[in-house]
């Protein structure tokens, strides 16, 4: 059972490098003199169905975040959110009207914030591109666990 979930895994992982490549989350450079990268780990989770069964298996690389340092690394981390009472507003405008409302979930979202800072990353474990393990990733988007993801 063990050898089919790692399958799994992989699969999953695989996923998330393709749409970080895809949204070119990162460039591989030389690490500038002086400069500490920040590390990085994958954090599994098991999608259930109602039925309790696992549908599918997420993996996400997550960034170190808490190895920030504060105007080093990050200036703000202050995340926009819309007030309940302006949700509000707008749902009873849409009832009023009989207007429909449709959502959506952005899978990648974090992966399209753009960065101010210039933050460096370990290359991800099992990810680490062949002839280059000495580059680390400079980061051009967001990716979860940096301290101005939410923000960006």
């Known amino acids: 059972m ?16 393709e749409s970080m490549f895809d949204n070119k989350v990162w460039s591989l450079v ?9 590390g990085c780990k994958w954090v599994y989770k098991r ?6 069964k ?13 190895t920030q340092k504060e105007g080093v690394d990050y200036e703000e981390t202050f995340s926009p959110v819309a007030m309940l009472k302006s949700i509000r507003i707008l749902l009873s405008i849409a009832a009023s009207l009989d207007l429909e409302i449709w959502q959506m979930d952005v899978k990648t979202a974090f992966l399209n914030g753009s960065l101010d800072e210039s933050i460096y990353m370990m290359q ?18 967001s990716i979860y666990g940096l301290k101005q993801a939410s923000r960006s």
């Open 54 to 66: 696992v549908e599918t298996f997420k993996a996400r690389l997550v960034a170190k975040g808490y």
């Open 124 to 141: 991800p474990e099992g990810f680490i591109e062949k002839g280059q393990m000495d580059k680390v990733c400079k980061l051009q988007k």
């Open 30 to 38: 030389d690490l500038p003199k002086g400069i500490k990268p920040i």
């Open 2 to 17: 063990e050898d089919v979930d790692s399958r799994h895994w992989q699969k999953a992982m695989q996923s998330e490098i």
């Open 47 to 52: 999608k259930r169905g109602m039925d309790g």
